[in-house]
């Protein structure tokens, strides 16, 4: 089993800064990706910002310039340093995790989500 547990969203001013953080844990073998994620309510959960096991980091244009994607240092860690926020940046953001477990077998699991509200 794989979990994925989400924290440090909240409510921010706009042009404020957030730092949400993901943790993994669980009977992980090897970590291939993570990422962050975001949906509001009625629309498709889109991507914000990817990290896979080499370093290659991708960002949705939205986000360019102005989000931060990291690992820790025990590399079951992501951040995302959130900056210049604006309204439209408000939704819920989850964590994926995708892998392989101690079993060889794949996984691809979510968070239960943070919710990010950025105040006009």
């Known amino acids: 089993q794989v979990d994925v547990v989400e924290s440090g969203g909240g409510l921010v001013q706009a042009g404020g800064s957030l730092t949400l953080i993901c943790e993994v844990s669980g009977s992980i073998f090897r970590l291939i990706a993570m990422g962050w994620y975001r949906q509001a309510r009625g629309h498709e959960r889109e991507v914000v910002a990817t990290?896979?096991?080499?370093?290659?980091?991708n960002y949705a244009d939205s986000v360019k310039g102005r989000f931060t994607i990291s690992r820790g240092d025990a590399k079951d860690t992501v951040y995302l340093q959130m900056n210049s926020l604006k309204p439209e940046d408000t939704d819920v953001y989850y964590c994926n995790a995708r892998g392989y477990t101690d079993l060889m077998s794949v996984f691809d699991s979510w968070g239960q989500g943070t919710q990010v509200t950025v105040s006009s």
């Open positions: 990290i896979n096991s080499g370093g290659a980091i």
